[in-house]
T-cell receptor
Framework: EAQVTQNPRYLITVTGKKLTVTCSQNMNHEYMSWYRQDPGLGLRQIYYSMNVEVTDKGDVPEGYKVSRKEKRNFPLILESPSPNQTSLYFC??????????????FGSGTRLTVV | AQKVTQAQTEISVVEKEDVTLDCVYETRDTTYYLFWYKQPPSGELVFLIRRNSFDEQNEISGRYSWNFQKSTSSFNFTITASQVVDSAVYFCALSSGGSQGNLIFGKGTKLSVKP
């Protein structure tokens, strides 16, 4: 089944403790992206990747890192999480990264709480 | 600049009523794509429709219909004979050919359908 898999689904952590949220897709998509969803703000893009070893900042990249060492994986790294990063996170992938959009597939979301 | 506006923050209807969710977008690109997603209380994003800028035909899928009007930069979504299971947050989103694949979301409309 074609899908984007995020792990974990739920995570409660403490301020400053490094964490990684994994994202993997099995569709050979070039383009992958991370979003965060906050009440009243909709979904905002954190980082995106056009292909392996090509990443760029979205609208709200502060406090996050990403890597794209292989096509299928696009982990989101919080080096020193803070309470304002408490949010619902979504990973998405799409076939092409040239701006020709054929549709996005979203993961099931990761609900992160930083205390 | 690209922008998606969903002016209705929350809508409450009684079952079997028709309801229209408004979406107004801004983009300078001539090639772009519009999307609607549903987010039920469980949190995942469910794809509903994708429409490209060259196809202004309205679309109907069961009780759902979409009205795309380039002249008013709108892509409205109507649910006919609403049901309790339609209760969710609905997001309108925009992606254009020149945006590196970034999907810009509106802030969402929360629809509550009461029995």
């Amino acid at each position: 089944e074609a899908q984007v898999t995020q792990n974990p689904r739920y995570l409660i952590t403490v301020t400053g403790k490094k964490l990684t949220v994994t994202c993997s897709q099995n569709m050979n998509h070039e383009y992958m992206s991370w979003y965060r969803q906050d009440p009243g703000l909709g979904l905002r893009q954190i980082y995106y990747s056009m292909n392996v070893e090509v990443t760029d900042k979205g609208d709200v990249p502060e406090g996050y890192k990403v890597s794209r060492k292989e096509k299928r994986n696009f982990p989101l790294i919080l080096e020193s999480p803070s309470p304002n990063q408490t949010s619902l996170y979504f990973c998405a992938s799409s076939l092409t990264g040239t701006g020709t959009v054929l549709g996005y597939t979203f993961g099931s979301g990761t609900r992160l709480t930083v205390v | 600049a690209q922008k998606v506006t969903q002016a209705q923050t929350e809508i409450s209807v009684v079952e079997k009523e028709d309801v229209t969710l408004d979406c107004v977008y801004e983009t300078r690109d001539t090639t772009y794509y519009l999307f609607w997603y549903k987010q039920p209380p469980s949190g995942e994003l469910v794809f509903l429709i994708r429409r490209n800028s060259f196809d202004e035909q309205n679309e109907i899928s069961g009780r759902y219909s979409w009205n795309f009007q380039k002249s008013t930069s709108s892509f409205n979504f109507t649910i006919t004979a609403s049901q309790v299971v339609d209760s969710a947050v609905y997001f309108c989103a925009l992606s254009s050919g020149g945006s590196q694949g970034n999907l810009i979301f509106g802030k969402g409309t929360k629809l509550s359908v009461k029995p």
